[in-house]
C-alpha cells in the first residue's frame, strides 16, 4: 500500500537567485512522518491524505505547502493565495479540518480540485515550438510552474522568461507553458503546481535536440597523400544532443569500417568514465562531452591505403542524429602521389631471329615522370633515353629480358619482358665424353634451348631407336655393349635441326669387332684387319696363325701395322703374293689391356675377278646398246615432231598474215640480225614467221594439200592487189 509523506515544515527566508530579485524561495526542513493511505489514483495525484502532526512552527513570512513556492508580494508583505494577512497559510490537517467541516454544514455538495491533464514528456528540435499542457478543474487561486524545482512566476506574461508564456483561460482551468524558439535551456524537467490546492503535476521532461554542427574533415577540401602509406581521414562532428553518428561515403558507397572513439572533455566531471558507442558501422565514435553537460562532439576516422587508382577519389563525411535524421555532409578529395606505372609492350610480339622490334614503355605517374632507362640481361643501355627502344633481336633476347625504369619524385618502377624469338636450336650444355666400368650407372647430359618449344631425342649412332626425349640420358648398369657414340638431337619445327654426339667408354676387356670373314684376290696384297674398340686402349696386340705369331713388323710374306683411330685402334696384317693356303688359313687376333685380353678368328677367302677381255667385251657392248638406244630416241621424237606440224591448220580465217613485200624482208634479213638494236616486236614477228613458212613448205614438200588447205596457207601480196 502506498505511503504518503507526512511533513511538519520550518520555513526560513533565503535569498533567491536571479532572476526572482522580488522573489524569496522557501527553503524547508521537512520531518517526513509515513501513513497509509487508499491507494487510489485521485487521492495520491489531486487529494492530500488525513496527515497528523506533532508539530508545526511557522516563523513570519508565512509558507505555503511542503513542495510549493510561495510569493512574496511587491509590497514587501507576503501572501498565501487571496490572503493579504500575515499569518500562517493552513496547515494540511487544518484544510483537511476545513474541509470536512465545509462538507459538514454546507448544503451543497463539494467538488473536488484535480488536474485533467497534465504535462507529458517531450522532445523538441532546438527553434521549434511547444505546449506543456496543464488543465486543473474546479480551482480558482494561483497556478505556476517549475523548472527544475525553480519557480517561473505567475500571471500569463513570464517576464523573466521571454520565450515563456501562459497561455490558455482560467476560466476553463488551462495553464498551459508555451515555450518558442526552444534552446538547449530549455532543456528540464517541468511541473505545474496548484498551490492552494496543495495540487502539483506529474514532471514532465523535456528534451531538446541539437543538430550537430557542419561535419570538417582534417585537411580538407583536398589532402595530399602518398601511395601505399596507411592514413586516416578525420571527421569531427561538433555539439550535437545526441551525440552525432558518423558515416564514411567512397563513390557514393558506405564504408563500414570507420572507425570512431570517445574522448572526455576536461570539463566533464573526474569520476564521470567516458563512454564509447558503436557506430551503425560497427566501428567506435568518440565523444566529447562540452562544458554545458549535453552536448556532445563526435570524432571518426577512416582508415585508408591509398593508391594510384585513387587521385580524385572524394569521401564524404556524414553526420546525424534525431535532430537532422537527413544529416549534414562535407566532403574531401584526395590527390595520391605514388611512382609510376608502367606497361612495357612489344611490336610486333613474335619475331624471328634478326627481325627489328620496337619496345615502348608506357607510363603514369604522380608527380611527373623525370626519365626512362632501359636495360638488357641487367647491361644498360645507353643510347635508349626515351619511351621507345628500337633494335634488331637475336635468340639472346629470348632469355636475356629487356628492362624499362621509369623514375619520378617520389620513386621508380622496373619493368622487364621477353621477346618471343623464334629461333634454331642452340647448345646450352653440351655433353662431354664418360669413362665408366661396367655395372655403374651413367647419366648423360645435354641442354638445349630454341623457340617454339623443341623436341629432344637421344639415340645410339648408326641406331634409330629413341633412348631420351629429355635433357638426361639415363644408362643402369651398364655393360661393354653399351659403350660407343650416343647422339643428342634438338629439333625446332620449320626452324632448324642441331644434334651434340657424346661417346661412352666402358673399362673392360679389349672388344674385337672386324668382320670374321675378310677377303683378297689371289695373287695380289690381301689385308686382314682387328679392329678393337674398347677402354681402356689394348697394351699388345698380336696375329698367330699356323705357328707364326706376329706383333708388329714383318715376318717374309706378312707385315702388321698398328694405327690409332678416335674411336679405337686398327691392327692390320698385309698378305703379299696371296697364294691358295693363305685361303686355307685361320688367322687369330689378340688384344691385351689390364682388364683382360680379347680374341677374334678371321677367316681370308678368294674373291672371284673378271679376265679383262669379258671385262671389255661387256664394256663395249654396253656402250653399243647405248648408241642405238640414243639413235632410236632421237628418231622417235623426231617423227612425233614431224607429225606434229602436219597436223598444223590455220582455222581462223580473220587471222591472216599479209606480206606487202616478201623480196625485200628476205634480202634484209641478215641486215636485221647484224643491227645490234633490233626491237622486240621486230624479232617477234621474225619468229611467227619463220615457223609459218617452214609449215608451208613441209606441206608442200609432202604433196598431200588440197585445194582447200592451200587457199588457207595463201599468202596475198598486196602490191598485186
Same mark, same amino acid.
Given at each position: ?21 522580488? *522573489? ?30 506533532? +508539530? ?42 476545513? *474541509? ?33 499542457? #496543464?488543465?486543473?478543474?474546479? =480551482? ?23 520565450? =515563456? ?9 488551462? =495553464? ?13 524537467? =517541468? ?28 585537411? %580538407? ?13 578525420? #571527421? ?13 561515403? $567512397? ?15 576536461? !570539463?566533464?566531471? !573526474?569520476?564521470? %568514465? ?69 606497361? @612495357? ?13 620496337? /619496345?615502348? #614503355? ?29 633494335? *634488331?633481336?637475336?635468340?639472346?633476347? /629470348? ?47 645435354? &641442354? ?7 623436341? @629432344? ?8 631407336? &629413341? ?20 647422339? #643428342? ?65 714383318? @715376318? ?5 701395322? +698398328? ?17 691358295? !693356303? ?27 675377278? @673378271? ?19 640414243? &639413235? ?29 613485200? $616478201? ?59
Amino acid at each position: 500500500m502506498p505511503v504518503a509523506e507526512h511533513t511538519t515544515s520550518t520555513c526560513l527566508h533565503e535569498t533567491p537567485a536571479e532572476p526572482f530579485r522580488t *522573489q524569496r524561495t522557501l527553503r524547508c526542513s521537512n520531518r517526513v512522518q509515513r501513513n497509509r493511505v487508499t491507494p487510489t489514483e485521485d487521492t495520491r495525484r489531486n487529494t492530500r491524505p488525513r496527515r497528523r502532526f506533532t +508539530r508545526a512552527a511557522c516563523k513570519p513570512p508565512t509558507h505555503a505547502a511542503p513542495g510549493f513556492q510561495s510569493a512574496r508580494h511587491p509590497t514587501g508583505t507576503w501572501r498565501t493565495a487571496r490572503s493579504a494577512a500575515p499569518s500562517c497559510p493552513p496547515t494540511p490537517v487544518l484544510t483537511s479540518a476545513l *474541509q470536512a467541516l465545509t462538507l459538514i454544514l454546507s448544503p451543497f455538495p463539494v467538488v473536488q480540485t484535480r488536474f485533467s491533464e497534465e504535462p507529458e514528456d517531450q522532445t523538441v528540435v532546438a527553434g521549434q515550438r511547444l505546449v506543456l499542457s #496543464c488543465v486543473v478543474l474546479n =480551482y480558482s487561486g494561483i497556478v505556476q510552474w517549475t523548472k527544475d524545482g525553480l519557480a517561473l512566476g505567475m500571471g500569463q506574461g513570464l517576464k523573466a522568461w521571454p520565450r =515563456y508564456r501562459i497561455i490558455g483561460t482560467a476560466d476553463s482551468g488551462q =495553464y498551459n507553458l508555451e515555450i518558442t524558439d526552444a534552446e538547449l535551456s530549455d532543456d528540464a524537467s =517541468y511541473e505545474c503546481q496548484a498551490t492552494e490546492a496543495a495540487l502539483r503535476s506529474r514532471r514532465a521532461k523535456l528534451t531538446v535536440l541539437i543538430p550537430p554542427e557542419d561535419p570538417v574533415i582534417d585537411g %580538407a577540401p583536398e589532402i595530399l597523400l602518398r601511395a601505399g602509406t596507411p592514413y586516416n581521414l578525420t #571527421c569531427r562532428a561538433h555539439s550535437a544532443k545526441p551525440a552525432a553518428t558518423i558515416v564514411w561515403f $567512397r563513390d557514393g558507397l558506405p564504408q563500414d569500417d570507420a572507425s570512431a572513439s570517445t574522448v572526455q572533455s576536461p !570539463a566533464r566531471p !573526474a569520476f564521470a %568514465a567516458p563512454h564509447e558507442l558503436e557506430d551503425a558501422e560497427g566501428g567506435e565514435r568518440r565523444q566529447e562531452v562540452l562544458a554545458d553537460g549535453k552536448r556532445e562532439t563526435t570524432v571518426s576516422q577512416l582508415l585508408i591505403n591509398p593508391t594510384d587508382a585513387d587521385i580524385g577519389r572524394v569521401f564524404v563525411c556524414r553526420s546525424t542524429n534525431d535532430a537532422v535524421p537527413a544529416g549534414k555532409e562535407t566532403s574531401i578529395k584526395l590527390n595520391v602521389h605514388h611512382p609510376p606505372t608502367v606497361t @612495357l609492350s612489344i611490336q610486333p610480339q613474335t619475331v624471328q631471329e634478326g627481325e627489328r622490334v620496337v /619496345f615502348t #614503355c608506357v607510363a603514369t605517374a604522380n608527380p611527373e615522370i623525370r626519365g626512362y632507362r632501359w636495360a638488357k640481361g641487367g647491361v644498360i643501355i645507353e643510347e635508349a633515353k626515351d619511351s621507345k627502344y628500337e633494335a *634488331q633481336v637475336d635468340y639472346s633476347f /629470348f632469355t636475356e629480358p629487356v628492362s624499362c625504369e621509369v623514375h619520378n619524385d617520389v620513386g621508380s618502377t622496373n619493368v622487364s619482358t621477353l621477346v618471343d624469338v623464334h629461333f634454331a636450336p642452340r647448345i646450352v650444355v653440351d655433353p662431354k665424353p664418360m669413362t665408366t666400368d661396367i655395372g655403374s650407372d651413367v647419366t648423360l647430359t645435354c &641442354v638445349w634451348a630454341g623457340n617454339p618449344p623443341l623436341t @629432344l631425342t637421344w639415340t645410339k649412332k648408326e641406331s634409330n631407336m &629413341v633412348l631420351s626425349n629429355s635433357n638426361q640420358l639415363y644408362l643402369k648398369s651398364v655393360t661393354q655393349a653399351d659403350a660407343g657414340q650416343y647422339v #643428342c638431337k634438338a629439333i625446332v619445327p620449320r626452324i632448324g635441326v642441331g644434334e651434340r654426339e657424346v661417346t661412352l667408354f666402358v673399362n673392360g676387356p679389349p672388344i674385337i669387332s672386324s668382320e670374321a670373314v675378310q677377303y683378297a684376290v689371289r695373287g695380289d696384297r690381301g689385308k686382314v684387319e682387328c679392329f678393337i674398340g674398347s677402354t681402356p686402349p689394348p697394351d699388345r696386340i698380336a696375329w698367330a696363325w699356323k705357328e707364326n705369331i706376329l706383333e708388329a713388323g714383318t @715376318l717374309e710374306r706378312y707385315t702388321v701395322e +698398328r694405327t690409332n683411330t678416335g674411336s679405337g685402334v686398327l691392327s692390320t696384317l698385309t698378305i703379299n703374293n696371296v697364294m691358295e !693356303a693363305d685361303f686355307q688359313t685361320r688367322y687369330n687376333c689378340t688384344a691385351w689391356n689390364s682388364f683382360g685380353p680379347g680374341t677374334a678368328i678371321i677367316q681370308l677367302e678368294e674373291k672371284e675377278v @673378271l679376265p679383262v677381255g669379258i671385262i671389255a667385251a661387256a664394256t663395249i657392248g654396253a656402250s653399243i646398246l647405248l648408241i642405238f638406244f640414243l &639413235v632410236t630416241l632421237v628418231c622417235f621424237l623426231y617423227r612425233r615432231r614431224k607429225g606434229s606440224r602436219k597436223d598444223v591448220t590455220l582455222r581462223k580465217l580473220d587471222i591472216k598474215v599479209e606480206t606487202v613485200n $616478201r623480196e625485200p624482208l628476205t634480202l634484209h634479213a641478215d641486215r636485221e640480225e647484224d643491227t645490234a638494236s633490233v626491237s622486240t616486236a621486230t624479232r617477234v614477228m621474225k619468229a611467227i614467221y619463220s615457223s609459218f613458212k617452214d609449215d608451208v613448205d613441209l606441206k608442200q614438200d609432202m604433196r598431200c594439200d588440197t585445194i582447200d588447205t592451200r587457199e588457207e596457207y595463201e599468202l596475198k601480196d598486196p602490191t598485186n592487189g
